[in-house]
């Protein structure tokens, strides 16, 4: 299903990521990460065995993954399989394809690409126009 709402104050993320690209680093190659990743500075590549994946409201993200779960407050550039959900957070920028069972987005997000809805074994698609706002 997906959703759009109001921003509201969140509280930190139970989940600690335990491999975090630092504000101002640089990683380009191939990343194998068991857990969480957080991405604060920029990275270009590949992203294997990620469970969870989270871009700062300062990261960029030039890749295609599929995670369990993301969560997306900066930039991403690429195509985002989730087998969970995907939460785009107010501010964030998005140019691919998105694909979850559920994805959350605030008002405020930049999304161009395609939003494929998984519901177990069926998908459903539904395009959205560069720069739209919701």
Known sequence: MLKFRTPQPQPEDPVSANTVIGVNSNFRGTLMVSGTLRIDGEFEGDILNCE???????????????????????????????????EMRAGARVEGDVAALTVAMEQGVRFTGRCTMLEAGSETTIEIGAGMRR
């Open 52 to 86: 969870r994946l989270e871009i700062g409201e300062h990261g960029i993200m030039r890749a295609d993954v599929e995670v369990k779960d993301a969560v997306i407050m900066g930039r991403v550039y690429g195509n985002i399989r989730a087998l969970g959900s995907i």
